[in-house]
C-alpha cells in the first residue's frame, strides 16, 4: 500500500525552543518526493518545505529543516526557535508512486506555547 | 497568496441541492486537483484533472463531478446535497505532474442545512 503515516497527533513546544515533527511513508518507487504542508487556524494550506528523494542533502527553509531518511523511509519537520505563528496543524505529503494521486498523513497538531 | 483562486469562499445551502465550485489556477498550470476536508479531519483527494483531462479519481462520491475547462479553470458539482458533505473543499494547482508541488487555493466552506 501506498501511505503516508504521521503517529504524532499532537505536540506542543514553548517559544523558542525546537521541535521536531515525524512522518513515515510506504513506497516502492525510488525517485519520488516529499511535502509538509502547514494549516493555521484560518485553514489555508501552506507549502513549509519539500524533500526530493534522489538528493543526499536534507532541505532547509530558515528555521524549517527536514530529517530525511531514505532507508527507513522517514521525513520528519524540524523547527528550531519555534514562534507562536507556528502554531497550526502540519502534514506530511507524497505523491509516492510518482502517478497522479497526493497522499497527505492524517497530521499533527503544534501549539507553540509563550 | 498562492495564486489558486476559489469561489466562493462559504457556501450555505439546503440538503438535497446541487452546488458548483469554481478553481482558477496559477497561471502557466495545468493540473487541477480537488481535496475534501471534513471538520477536524485530514485532506481527502477527490479528483485530478490535467490540460482539460481527467487524471485519477480518489474517494469522489458518484453524486460529485469534475471538470476542466479549455481556460484551464475547473469546477466542482456536488449534487444531491447531504449533511455529510459539509466541509471544506480545496483546489490546488501544479505545473503538471503530481511530483511538482501543488499550491492550495483558501478553499469554499461549504454547509448544508
Known amino acids: 500500500a501506498q501511505t503516508v503515516t504521521q503517529s504524532q497527533p499532537e505536540m506542543s513546544v514553548q517559544e523558542a525552543e525546537t521541535v521536531t515533527l515525524s512522518c513515515t511513508y510506504d513506497?516502492?518507487?525510488?525517485?519520488?518526493?516529499l511535502f509538509w504542508y502547514k494549516q493555521p487556524p484560518s485553514r489555508q494550506m501552506i507549502l513549509v518545505i519539500r524533500q526530493e528523494a534522489y538528493k543526499q542533502q536534507n532541505a532547509t527553509e530558515n528555521r524549517f529543516s527536514v530529517n530525511f531518511q531514505k532507508a527507513a523511509k522517514s521525513f520528519s519537520l524540524k523547527i528550531s526557535d519555534s514562534q507562536l505563528g507556528d502554531t497550526a496543524m502540519y502534514f506530511c505529503?507524497?505523491?509516492?508512486?510518482?502517478?497522479?494521486?497526493?497522499?497527505f498523513g492524517t497530521g499533527t497538531s503544534l501549539t507553540v506555547i509563550p | 497568496d498562492s495564486g489558486v483562486t476559489q469561489t466562493p469562499k462559504h457556501l450555505i445551502t439546503a440538503t438535497g441541492q446541487r452546488v458548483t465550485l469554481r478553481c482558477s489556477p496559477r497561471?502557466?498550470?495545468?493540473?487541477v486537483y480537488w481535496y475534501q476536508q471534513s471538520l477536524d479531519q485530514g485532506l481527502q483527494f477527490l479528483i485530478h484533472?490535467?490540460?482539460?483531462?481527467?487524471?485519477a479519481k480518489g474517494n469522489i462520491l458518484e453524486r460529485f463531478s469534475a471538470q476542466q475547462f479549455p481556460d484551464l479553470h475547473s469546477e466542482l458539482n456536488l449534487s444531491s446535497l447531504e449533511l455529510g458533505d459539509s466541509a471544506l473543499y480545496f483546489c490546488a494547482s501544479s505545473v503538471s505532474r503530481s511530483t511538482d508541488t501543488q499550491y492550495f487555493g483558501p478553499g469554499t466552506r461549504l454547509t448544508v442545512l
Open positions: 513506497t516502492s518507487e525510488s525517485n519520488y518526493y
Open positions: 497561471s502557466g498550470d495545468l493540473s
Open positions: 505529503a507524497s505523491p509516492l508512486k510518482g502517478g497522479n494521486q497526493f497522499y
Open positions: 484533472y490535467y490540460n482539460g483531462e481527467e487524471r
